[in-house]
């Protein structure tokens, strides 16, 4: 469960910093800062174990949750 949890925080990052660059490239260079706080979000959780996206996402809710 828990390595489901991981994959689709991981997927989901590569995603948004991918669509924030392409949107940084081909529409506006201030798209280029969804990149850049997708990427310290990833770092800052890397520290402190703490990823809001684990709260939206549904593979990653424990029974603490609510789920």
């Known amino acids: ?12 990052g590569g995603t948004v910093v991918l669509i924030g660059l392409a949107l940084g490239i081909l529409v506006n260079q201030w ?6 706080f997708a990427g310290l979000n990833l770092l800052q959780s890397s520290f402190t174990d703490f990823c809001p996206a684990e709260r939206f996402l549904p593979d990653c809710r424990t029974e ?4």
Do not use: I, K, N
């Not at 469960?1 to 925080?9: E, I, W």
């Not at 798209?31 to 850049?36: G, I, N, P, Q």
């Not at 603490?64 to 789920?67: F, L, V």
């Open 1 to 12: 469960m828990v390595d489901t949890c991981h994959l689709q925080v991981r997927r989901l």
């Open 31 to 36: 798209f280029l800062a969804v990149s850049a």
């Open 64 to 67: 603490q949750d609510g789920a």
